[in-house]
């Protein structure tokens, strides 16, 4: 009797399954990261030109020069409003391949395990089968001294 091989092709299949959500968690995590940096810069910038506006305040300025400034700042802050959304999204992105992953290792685990109980179950069907070999033996050797 030999091992199952459906038991080492399920646990390679599981392993590449776990290695391919391993980089999809990866990945997810480094846009995470990266769109947290991105935030970070955004409100270092929006804090910046409102200290500057602030200051340009205490000087006159036209019109057009105070619109710009304003709609400036508008839009800097929309964009910070994107960059939260998209982090947000990426968020749920990563839980989502930490979810994945998860279950691909646990999946993983168990083939291993089921090919690990496999071998045991031949190995002792092995050793079954020579401890009868060798009572067999011991039979026939004492039958024949007798």
Known sequence: MKPRSCWSVLAKKAKDEEETAQTAAAKARNKVIELQQSRHRMNELLEDYKKRAIASQA???????T???RQFLLQLQSLVNRVDEDLRVALRELEQ??????????????METMQEKDLQAVQTWERKRDQKEMDTLGLTLYNLKT
């Open 97 to 110: 391949a930490k979810s994945v992953l998860l279950q691909a290792t646990h999946q993983r685990m168990k």
């Open 67 to 69: 619109t710009n400034s």
């Open 59 to 65: 000087q006159l300025q036209t019109m057009s020069q």
